[in-house]
C-alpha cells in the first residue's frame, strides 16, 4: 500500500471589527489579485497562529492588537479553499475601538471598512468565515 501525503500550509486571518464594519484588503497579489479579503497570512516558524493573526492584522492594516484579545472563531479547512494548494487557517475576531484608523501596508493594495451586512463575496471563503464571526458576535459561546 502506498501512502500519499499533502503539503498543507498553515495560515491565520482575523475579523477585525469596528463599529459594525469589518476590516478587507485589497489583495494585491495573486492569487485574487484585486479582490477583498480578511487580513491574515502565513503562520510563521515558531509562531502561534493567535500570534500569526496580530502580526499579519499590523502588517497589513497597521492595527496593532494583543494577540491575547484574539477570538478563536473556528479552523477553517475546505480542502480547495486556496487555488495555490491545501491551506489551513485559523480565523480570529477582534473588535476594535470606533477611532481605530488602518491604512494599507504589506501586500494590501488598499483597506476599507465594510459594513457587516454589506459583506457578499470575498476572496478564498473569508464570506463564510465573517459569516460564522457574525454568528459568534450575536451568540457569543
Keep these: 500500500m502506498t501512502e500519499t501525503f499533502e503539503t498543507i500550509r498553515y495560515t491565520a486571518d482575523v475579523v477585525c471589527i469596528r463599529d459594525g464594519a469589518v476590516l478587507l484588503i485589497e489583495r494585491g497579489w495573486p492569487p485574487h489579485k484585486g479582490?477583498?479579503?480578511?487580513?491574515?497570512?502565513?503562520?510563521?516558524?515558531g509562531e502561534t497562529s493567535r500570534t500569526a493573526a496580530a502580526r499579519e492584522l499590523l502588517e497589513e492594516t497597521g492595527v496593532h492588537v494583543d494577540p491575547?484579545?484574539?477570538?478563536?472563531?473556528?479552523?477553517?479547512?475546505t480542502p480547495d479553499r486556496d487555488p495555490r494548494g491545501r491551506y489551513v487557517t485559523a480565523a480570529y475576531l477582534i473588535t476594535v475601538p470606533a477611532d481605530t484608523t488602518a491604512q494599507a501596508g504589506d501586500d494590501a493594495a488598499a483597506v476599507r471598512w465594510t459594513p457587516l451586512e454589506n459583506v457578499r463575496v470575498l476572496a478564498f471563503d473569508h464570506t463564510d468565515i465573517v459569516t460564522t464571526a457574525r454568528y459568534r458576535l450575536h451568540d457569543p459561546f
Design 68 to 77: 491575547w484579545d484574539l477570538t478563536l472563531i473556528g479552523i477553517f479547512d
Design 35 to 45: 479582490q477583498f479579503a480578511l487580513p491574515g497570512g502565513h503562520v510563521d516558524p
